[in-house]
């Protein structure tokens, strides 16, 4: 199995940036495909981010297009989700996930594996 460990969450203003990470403490080679998911209190969870790392393919959430960015350092097992311009309504849960199989990259039916989540605020 792969685990996950998030790392990079934190208290930010509106218009801050956050770089969240998701580090896999165990061997990750086929493991393809990673995501970042949120949750916000009431609400459902929320496909932000996935990367096929396999062919370079990243979709985001329109939500966030344009100002989320995802990418993986293979060499360091760790994928990051660069978040520019924050907005209170990117207030959330943030978790991570990664799988083996092909699927909808904003889907949580994609991935196998999760982080236990690091929390995103943004105020105002």
């Known amino acids: 199995q792969v685990q996950l460990v998030e790392s990079g969450g934190g208290s930010v203003q509106a218009g801050g940036s956050l770089r969240l990470s998701c580090r896999a403490s165990k061997y990750t080679y086929s493991t393809n495909y990673m995501g970042w998911f949120r949750q916000a209190p009431g609400k459902e969870r929320e496909g932000v981010a996935g990367?096929?790392?396999?062919?370079?393919?990243?979709y985001y959430a329109d939500s966030v297009k344009g100002r989320f960015t995802i990418s993986r350092d293979n060499a360091e097992n760790t994928v990051y989700l660069q978040m520019n311009r924050l907005k209170p309504e990117d207030t959330a849960m943030y978790y991570c996930?990664?799988?083996?199989?092909?699927?909808?990259?904003?889907?949580?039916?994609?991935?196998?594996?999760w982080g236990q989540g690091t929390q995103v605020t943004v105020s105002s």
């Open positions: 990367f096929y790392t396999g062919g370079g393919i990243t």
């Open positions: 996930g990664a799988g083996r199989y092909s699927g909808d990259l904003l889907s949580p039916y994609t991935y196998e594996y």
